[in-house]
């Protein structure tokens, strides 16, 4: 399919894929948050990529535990052939899809996005993948969907991580219809690539770029369009600190830290740090969705 979107980032920007898989080795003093994470603005120097243990020791999937290489030792148990994605609610196709079916059905492209986390780091990540709109219309929405519902693989057996109550499991996630039709929003099958590790979300996660990271669920099993506001997991936990929305906003900080700076994610544990864009970059391709809402409130 082609690009619906503009563009600024080029191969040149992205941040490389050792840095990537290992960066939350650069923030185990921080509080964890989310099982996604977005990267943000693009650095134009070239950074060195991390060796082989330190790219599998450092991921976070709380599914497989809270330690920063709990993921990297216990991911690899997670079955992820076959796997299938229940689709219900208000479409016209309901039915239990599998992921091969899918795959066969859309265009995998790449896209290169900033990926910015809440926590106030950041990466441009190159992911492959489809638009999520080319999934929603292949099943056929009808009237009266107002929002988009995720849920995480719950597989206890396999995810040692989900034997505490570290959130309420499975972890759940939810768009708007319309950020869900956004050609921004996509569905990840890969990065740099190759497919997705398990312990970044294989074979399926999502991707919304202008929205902090723990917006992009992974491993996703189930999707359903329905006509109220679905719950998420972060909100569940805490809705002062993560709101349905979590757009990324600069001018409006997390309760316990500022959101007007992020740190780019491989230049060094005392790297300059970098402003925050509003919207992640995106403003122009997303703002309209929100006229009206204020956008001093974090939601």
Same mark, same amino acid.
């Given at each position: ?91 016209? *196709?309901?039915?239990?899809? @599998?992921?091969?079916?899918?795959? $066969? ?5 790449? &896209?290169? =996005?900033? !990926? ?105 099993? *189930?999707?359903?369009?329905? @006509?109220?506001?679905?719950?998420? $997991? ?5 809705? &002062?600190? =993560?709101? !349905? ?55």
């Amino acid at each position: 399919m082609a690009h619906r979107w503009q563009n600024d980032l080029t191969r040149d920007d992205v941040t490389p894929y050792g840095a990537f898989m290992n960066r939350r080795q650069l923030m185990a003093g921080m509080a964890g948050l989310g099982l996604a994470s977005i990267a943000g603005p693009a650095a134009a120097e070239d950074l060195k990529p991390n060796a082989w243990d330190e790219i599998t020791s450092y991921c976070n999937f709380y599914e497989f535990g809270t330690g920063k290489s709990d993921p990297a030792a216990n991911a690899g148990q997670m079955t992820t052939s076959p796997w299938k994605v229940e689709i219900d609610g208000l479409v016209d *196709r309901p039915g239990t899809y @599998d992921f091969q079916d899918i795959l $066969s059905e859309m265009t995998i492209e790449e &896209r290169i =996005y900033r !990926f910015r986390c809440v926590e106030a780091w950041s990466m441009v990540i190159p992911w492959n993948g489809f638009e999520l709109a080319d999934l929603l219309n292949m099943v056929g929405v009808k009237d009266g969907a107002k929002y988009v519902a995720f849920e995480t693989l719950l597989r206890p057996e396999e995810m040692p991580g989900v034997r505490y109550p570290t959130i309420e499991w499975p972890y759940r996630e939810g768009l708007r219809l319309d950020e869900a039709m956004n050609p921004l929003t996509l569905m990840a099958t890969g990065l740099y690539g190759k497919p997705l590790p398990n312990q970044n979300g294989a074979p399926l996660r999502l991707v919304v770029p202008w929205k902090y990271g723990f917006k992009s669920i992974k491993s996703i099993v *189930r999707i359903t369009l329905t @006509d109220k506001e679905p719950p998420a $997991s972060w909100n569940m936990y805490s809705a &002062r600190e =993560y709101g !349905f929305y979590s757009n990324v906003n600069p001018t409006v900080d997390h309760p316990r830290w500022s959101q007007a700076t992020e740190r780019k994610i491989g230049g060094g544990l005392f790297a300059k740090r970098i402003p925050t864009l509003m919207f992640n970059g995106y403003e122009s391709e997303v703002a309209g969705m929100y006229e009206g809402m204020d956008l001093s409130k974090y939601f």
